[in-house]
C-alpha cells in the first residue's frame, strides 16, 4: 500500500503544492511510500480502478487545458494518435461563453445548447481525416 499523487511537468499550482504536501505529511504519518503519478497518466488510467479495462485501449483526454487522443499500450506507454491545432475545448467553451455574454463559461454554453436547435446553424468538423481537431470554429460560431 502507498499514497499516491498527481503530479504534472513544469511548476505546480497551489492546489498541486498542497495535495503533494498532504500527501507527504500521510507518507510520514501512516509510514506508507509516496508514489508520484503524472496527472495526464492518472486521467488515463482511471477507467481501469473501477472497471476491466485491458491494455491497449483508446483514451480521450478532454478537458479545459488539454485535448489528446491516444493509444495506451501499457502504464507508461501512450501513443499520440491527434491533439488540438489551438485552443482545447474547456478554453474553446469559454472563449464562446464570454462573446455571447453567458455567466458560467463553457457550462453555460451547455446547458443553452441542450435547450437550443442543433440544425439551427452549420457545424464543421475540420481536419478529422487528419486526426487534428480545431476548437476554435466553437469560438466562431459564437461570433458569427
Known sequence: ???CVCIS???FSNAQQAGLEFASE???????PLLPV???EAHALTPRMTHTVEFPFLV?????G???LLLAEDIGNYSLLGTTLDD???EAFDKAARFLNLEGGGAAVELHAQRGNSRAYPFHEPLVRQRRLLF???VAAAVS
Open 26 to 32: 500521510l507518507c510520514e504519518t501512516h509510514r506508507k
Open 60 to 64: 480521450l483526454l478532454a478537458s479545459g
Open 9 to 11: 511537468q513544469g511548476s
Open 1 to 3: 500500500v502507498c499514497v
Open 136 to 138: 476554435v470554429v466553437v
Open 66 to 68: 488539454h485535448c489528446l
Open 88 to 90: 482545447a475545448p474547456g
Open 38 to 40: 503524472h496527472h495526464m
